[in-house]
């Protein structure tokens, strides 16, 4: 049975020139393509998972800008990947969804790093607006995967022709620079720890040194920073790892921007 209340006279779906991506993970299979129709409508574009076993490589592979993940599921459950999520550094947005209408389970999912949470039955415009919410709250520049060059700055990055321009001019980069700076690009605004950003470039390979992305931080840092002993793009998280901000405060772009302190970092958040 779904667990959507029925809903209000819809009003015409919005549309959007830069779609959003969300990823849906329930195992209600009615809830799940009741969220995706509607979601759709209203300009998203909606992946969908009956639980956890694959979470992992839909993130990585998609990129989604928001997770809308159930509390009750067989297998790991939804406390449990948020907590694992946060735990390896990934700031992905997350509405938890739960049909168990207590305080104590809103209170441990926001502890865990939920950043809202909705309970079953409820009206699907109420999860729009979370929605809508909690992604003006933690903007993310579009970024699909596809061909299309990622402009940043002074900077063109072009993932077919594997090549990083500034001001049309290449920029010299070794292969495992440029597969670095290809996964700060798709988690732009996102605190990755080291062990993060070991898995993502290098797949199974993660026996290397953490010191071996320092080095390459440093390497991309030369590259692109106008200071590089004080960096606007490439950000340390102390005790967490590193962030890439494409749109600092100040530049042309800067509401995709966050927070830093004097010093050029990013105040970390605890982490589990």
């Not at 938890?96 to 415009?125: C, S």
């Not at 579009?142 to 402009?151: E, I, L, M, T, Y």
């Not at 898995?199 to 992305?213: F, K, P, Q």
Request: hydrophobic share 40%; with cysteine; proline share 8%.
């Amino acid at each position: 049975m779904t667990s959507i209340a029925p809903a209000a006279p819809a009003a015409p779906a919005v549309k959007s020139t830069t779609k959003r991506r969300l990823l849906v993970v329930d195992d209600d299979a009615e809830l799940r393509q009741l969220l995706s129709t509607y979601l759709t409508r209203h300009g998203f574009d909606v992946l969908l998972l009956p639980n956890t076993a694959q979470l992992d490589q839909f993130i990585d592979r998609y990129n989604p800008h928001l997770i809308i993940l159930d509390l009750m599921m067989p297998g790991e459950d939804g406390l449990s990947a948020c907590r694992r999520l946060r735990g390896r550094g990934d700031a992905l947005p997350i509405i938890m969804l739960t049909a168990r209408d207590e305080t104590v389970d809103r209170i441990v999912g926001l502890e865990m790093g939920a950043d809202d949470y909705v309970g079953k039955p409820f009206e699907p415009r109420e999860l729009l607006a979370r929605i809508e919410a909690v992604l003006r709250r933690n903007p993310a520049p579009p970024f699909d995967g596809a061909a299309k060059p990622f402009r940043f700055g002074a900077f063109e990055c072009d993932f077919e022709a594997r090549e990083l321009r500034r001001e049309g001019e290449p920029v010299a980069l070794t292969g495992g620079e440029f597969a670095l700076l290809t996964v700060l690009i798709r988690h732009a605004n996102r605190p990755l720890k080291r062990e993060r950003l070991l898995e993502l470039t290098r797949g199974g390979e993660t026996e290397s040194l953490d010191r071996a992305i320092d080095m390459q931080i440093y390497r991309l840092r030369r590259a692109i920073e106008d200071d590089p002993g004080h960096p606007r793009h490439i950000r340390t998280i102390w005790g967490v790892g590193y962030v890439f901000v494409p749109y600092p405060e100040g530049s042309a772009d800067g509401a995709n921007s966050i927070p830093e302190s004097p010093d050029g970092t990013v105040p970390s958040e605890p982490t589990a």
